[in-house]
């Protein structure tokens, strides 16, 4: 039988706030919009004014046999900057400020006793912000509001880089975890995500797509050589290309059906990194272009490969 509630709570850009709560088994729906203020069905023109009063928020409609109250605090919290009260990230006023807007009493102890185990927990260097506010009327924002992130998959990951947000989760929120783990605790955030979550870094915006050095590439997470700069060719696709990699075997290719199409997806030898796509339209005799993510790779120049440990892979480049 279906228990059906519902939660609001206030992240900053709703846009951001929308994926993370979706993908939540025993989640409804999640529905962009406005609460806490002062005017009658606001629009977005008006809310980001920051003269309504109202929050950039999201209400969350889901199954509590399936997920719990206390598991969507948890996401809420990962998700954002407790101790900024002037908004978040990029994004500055009233209508960005963060807040969970509680129906009852129970909702009530449980966000104050979140927001006290989190304070505890990660012992942030300045006061937690976050408003705990009783809940007011919700009203849904414009549709183009609604599934951002699904419908703008592009723009929606770059605005999260670029405000900051995805950086701040990850050494806030997930690299205490990856401790345990050395090879993931040297990641940055956007080498993270590549890696481990298929994500894909900006065209003309990483590290190598236009490196012209001589020398090796390797897997950033386990350190394994996968191409060199003498199979590199320039594809015009912003992203590192290379026509094969050093063994066949040290990379390995997965279907993926992503996007509504069908590509497939390069991962290393052991499948536990993301790297990029293979295509067949590169200039080699297999005619192949191995289009891979920079975050995904090290480069060590030819010079560097003996103090580097990869002295036996000199042979490649004379």
């Given at each position: 039988?279906?228990?059906?509630?519902?939660?609001?709570?206030?992240?900053?850009?709703?846009?951001?706030?929308?994926?993370?709560?979706?993908?939540?088994?025993?989640?409804?729906?999640?529905?962009?919009?406005?609460?806490?203020?002062?005017?009658?069905?606001?629009?977005?023109?008006?809310?980001?004014?920051?003269?309504?009063?109202?929050?950039?928020?999201?209400?969350?409609?889901?199954?509590?046999?399936?997920?719990?109250?206390?598991?969507?605090?948890?996401?809420?919290?990962?998700?954002?900057?407790?101790?900024?009260?002037?908004?978040?990230?990029?994004?500055?006023?009233?209508?960005?400020?963060?807040?969970?807007?509680?129906?009852?009493?129970?909702?009530?102890?449980?966000?104050?006793?979140?927001?006290?185990?989190?304070?505890e927990a990660f012992g942030f260097e300045k006061p937690v912000t976050t408003r705990i506010i009783k809940a007011e009327r919700f009203f849904p924002a414009e549709d183009y509001h609604r599934k951002y992130y699904e419908k703008n998959p592009g723009r929606y990951k770059m605005y999260k880089r670029?405000?900051?947000?995805?950086?701040?989760?990850?050494?806030?929120?997930?690299?205490?975890?990856?401790?345990?783990?050395?090879?993931?605790?040297?990641?940055?955030?956007?080498?993270?995500?590549?890696?481990?979550?298929?994500?894909?870094?900006?065209?003309?915006?990483?590290?190598?797509?236009?490196?012209?050095?001589?020398?090796?590439?390797?897997?950033?997470?386990?350190?394994?050589?996968?191409?060199?700069?003498?199979?590199?060719?320039?594809?015009?696709?912003?992203?590192?290309?290379?026509?094969?990699?050093?063994?066949?075997?040290?990379?390995?290719?997965?279907?993926?059906?992503?996007?509504?199409?069908?590509?497939?997806?390069?991962?290393?030898?052991?499948?536990?990194?993301?790297?990029?796509?293979?295509?067949?339209?590169?200039?080699?005799?297999?005619?192949?272009?191995?289009?891979?993510?920079?975050?995904?790779?090290?480069?060590?120049?030819?010079?560097?490969?003996?103090?580097?440990?990869?002295?036996?892979?000199?042979?490649?480049?004379?």
């Open positions: 039988m279906i228990n059906t509630k519902k939660a609001v709570f206030a992240g900053g850009c709703f846009w951001c706030m929308e994926g993370p709560f979706a993908e939540l088994e025993g989640v409804i729906s999640v529905l962009p919009g406005y609460t806490g203020g002062h005017v009658e069905n606001p629009t977005y023109e008006q809310v980001i004014t920051g003269l309504t009063g109202h929050y950039e928020a999201v209400e969350v409609t889901y199954d509590e046999s399936k997920v719990s109250y206390n598991e969507l605090l948890d996401v809420f919290w990962r998700q954002i900057d407790p101790t900024d009260p002037d908004g978040q990230f990029a994004d500055k006023g009233s209508q960005y400020r963060t807040a969970i807007f509680y129906n009852d009493e129970e909702e009530k102890r449980s966000a104050e006793k979140s927001r006290d185990e989190i304070k670029s405000s900051g947000r995805e950086e701040y989760i990850f050494n806030t929120w997930k690299k205490p975890e990856l401790e345990k783990d050395p090879r993931l605790a040297r990641l940055n955030a956007i080498q993270y995500e590549v890696t481990q979550n298929a994500d894909t870094e900006p065209p003309f915006q990483n590290e190598y797509w236009d490196n012209k050095k001589r020398g090796l590439y390797v897997d950033v997470v386990t350190g394994e050589p996968l191409f060199t700069s003498d199979d590199k060719f320039d594809s015009g696709c912003g992203w590192p290309s290379f026509t094969k990699p050093i063994k066949e075997e040290s990379v390995i290719e997965k279907p993926d059906y992503s996007f509504g199409r069908t590509r497939t997806e390069i991962r290393n030898s052991d499948g536990s990194s993301h790297l990029g796509h293979v295509f067949d339209d590169g200039p080699g005799p297999d005619g192949l272009r191995y289009c891979i993510n920079s975050a995904a790779l090290r480069f060590i120049p030819e010079e560097d490969l003996e103090k580097e440990g990869y002295g036996k892979y000199k042979e490649l480049f004379e």
